[in-house]
């Protein structure tokens, strides 16, 4: 891409970012196993209880220790990630106006420009986004009713586009299906607990990234292609490709780099999963910054239950000397709140206004 729209917003947006010591401290190489590395095979296996629960305890740990994993042995084909991903190359080199037709809407489908997602306390985020979710029909009596969420999904002209990121999305939220169990089992819930709040209409989107490389390589250091947060969700399942830029905060404090690894996903646990086990598994604050000279492309997907889903503490997650911390939350409210607190489309006019 040439000096194009994408560029002359990173300049705009540039102004303003919050000048946080934390915030901005250099990241480090992760120590060997720092992020886990977890075989998630068993999960595919019905009746394998040892490989479920040895499964379940190796991401117990890793959701205890960083909130992150690496994720290998899931069933998503390379050529279905490699399509997902030149069709999301091909749709953020289209002209801006070509992409505009298709402006995120109500829904949260749609085209994301440059700018129109902030975090509070940072400058806009120098990155735009392509966002699609479960394909309900017009007919469907949620989407007659207007319930929020629920939508069919928009899509560019592209030849093949749509092909590609539906088998990315279908994919995904199979593995991410298969790997409640495996969730399950490491909180010694029955293994199908999560999945029963997954079976009708979930919440699951699927977003495609497109970082710009700085304009300005002399201070790339405080650009961020997202700035410090943490997912307000249950499950993220993230493809990134090779460029890097993704950091994650230690529980130490330390900002840690969180590389590519062919074939694999990366897991975090967003803060309803805090919410769902009294902070026995905590959200960790992560952060993009695209300081080299090439494009950067991720494809995660947020994966989350149905609107209607109940998110109090589970059971064997509070006791006597440790009670429930939150209130429950309904999973459909929670996104909604949160949409209108980041992101500019869904901002809404407060009283007086």
Wanted: with cysteine; glycine share 8%.
């Amino acid at each position: 891409m040439t000096m194009d729209d994408s560029r002359i917003n990173i300049i705009e947006l540039k102004s303003g970012q919050r000048n946080s010591r934390a915030a901005r401290a250099v990241s480090r190489s992760p120590l060997p196993g720092e992020i886990p590395l977890i075989d998630v095979s068993p999960i595919y296996t019905p009746g394998n209880t040892e490989g479920l629960a040895r499964t379940g305890r190796a991401i117990a740990e890793a959701c205890q220790r960083i909130g992150f994993f690496y994720a290998t042995g899931h069933s998503v084909a390379p050529l279905i990630v490699d399509n997902a991903f030149s069709a999301a190359r091909t749709f953020f080199a289209l002209p801006l106006e070509e992409r505009l037709r298709i402006k995120l809407n109500d829904r949260h489908r749609g085209y994301m420009p440059m700018g129109d997602t902030t975090v509070p306390g940072y400058a806009a985020n120098l990155h735009h986004s392509f966002e699609m979710a479960l394909d309900l029909p017009v007919q469907d009596p949620d989407v007659l009713a207007g319930k929020p969420l629920h939508a069919s999904n928009v899509w560019p002209e592209l030849a093949g586009f749509r092909d590609a990121v539906e088998a990315c999305y279908d994919a995904g939220c199979r593995f991410g299906f298969h790997l409640l169990r495996a969730m399950a089992s490491s909180l010694d819930l029955p293994d199908s607990y999560f999945q029963a709040l997954y079976r009708d209409k979930p919440l699951a989107s699927m977003r495609l990234l497109h970082y710009p490389p700085s304009p300005d390589p002399v201070d790339a250091q405080d650009d961020f292609g997202i700035a410090p947060h943490s997912d307000y969700g249950v499950l993220t399942l993230l493809l990134q490709d090779e460029t890097g830029g993704l950091e994650l905060l230690t529980r130490g404090g330390e900002w840690i780099q969180a590389p590519h690894v062919p074939g694999a996903y990366v897991v975090n646990i967003g803060d309803l999963m805090g919410i769902w086990t009294n902070d026995r598994y905590t959200s960790m604050q992560h952060r993009v910054r695209n300081t080299g000279e090439r494009d950067r492309y991720s494809i995660p997907l947020f994966y989350n239950p149905s609107f209607d889903t109940r998110i109090a503490c589970l059971p064997g997650c509070a006791t006597s000397t440790q009670p429930a911390k939150y209130a429950p939350e309904r999973m459909g409210e929670y996104l909604l709140a949160n949409f209108n607190r980041v992101w500019e489309s869904y901002k809404r006019p407060t009283p007086g206004d």
